[in-house]
Every structure is written in C-alpha cells, then in structure tokens.
C-alpha cells in the first residue's frame, strides 16, 4: 500500500472538481477585472427581488466587439491562477482556484466563497 503522508496523488486526490461551460456567442476579447463588485440578484422564495453586492471578485467579462457579452467569475480569496488562450479559433479562459477554501455557486460561472456570501441569503431551515 502506498502511503503519501496526506498529499495528492493518482490514489489520493485532494481535490478533483471541474467545471465546463461554452459561451456561445463568439468572444473576441476576455477582460480581467481584479477586486472588483458583482450584484448578485435574483428573486427569493417569498417572491422578494434582492440585489446583493459581493465585493473582491475577480470578474471576466467575455467581449464581442467591445461589448460585455457575459461575466464569469470568482471571489479573490478562491483564485489560484487563469489563463487566457486561443484553441482552434477560439477564446479560452481557465480558471484554477484554490480547493481548500468552502464556497458557493449560486449563477452559473460565479463562485462566491461562503465567508463573502451574502448572510440575508442564507437559509437557516432547522426545524
């Protein structure tokens, strides 16, 4: 048996989690944006608008001729690195963040880390 003193190995992973998502409408630029706001907002079970500001994001706005198409993202705290490439034509944006630290997922491609979550979203069901 292979014994690894707690590290990550084939055996062993810490922390294995992706997530892929395509943006279909063609990117001709992806601007990094560092300890920037986003507004989470939505509407709550009770039927109640909220707008939530989540400060220290680390925002990616996808370009099409200068004009923000969609916004990805992730609090800074969770950020590791990213990278900006072109594959076969295309923009690509990889995002590694760090795996120790708790988080949420609320919108598709936002990544709040639970300490920065907003508490009035929060559910507290124990009955």
């Known amino acids: 048996m292979e014994h690894n003193n707690g590290e990550p190995s084939e055996m062993n992973r810490m922390y294995l989690w992706e997530d892929e998502f395509a943006i279909s409408i063609g ?28 400060k220290e994001m680390r925002l990616f706005y996808i370009m099409n001729l200068d ?45 709040i880390a639970s300490k920065d979550f907003p508490k009035s979203l929060i559910v507290n069901d124990r009955t």
């Open 27 to 54: 990117a001709t630029k992806i601007d990094s944006r560092e300890y920037s706001t986003y507004t989470l907002q939505g509407t709550s079970g009770e039927n109640q608008a909220f707008a939530e500001e989540i």
């Open 67 to 111: 004009q923000p198409v969609a916004v990805v993202g992730c609090s800074e705290i969770l950020l590791d690195s990213y990278e900006i490439h072109e594959e076969d034509g295309e923009l690509v944006l990889t995002v590694r963040m760090k795996g120790e630290e708790p988080l949420a997922n609320p919108v598709t491609g936002i990544y």
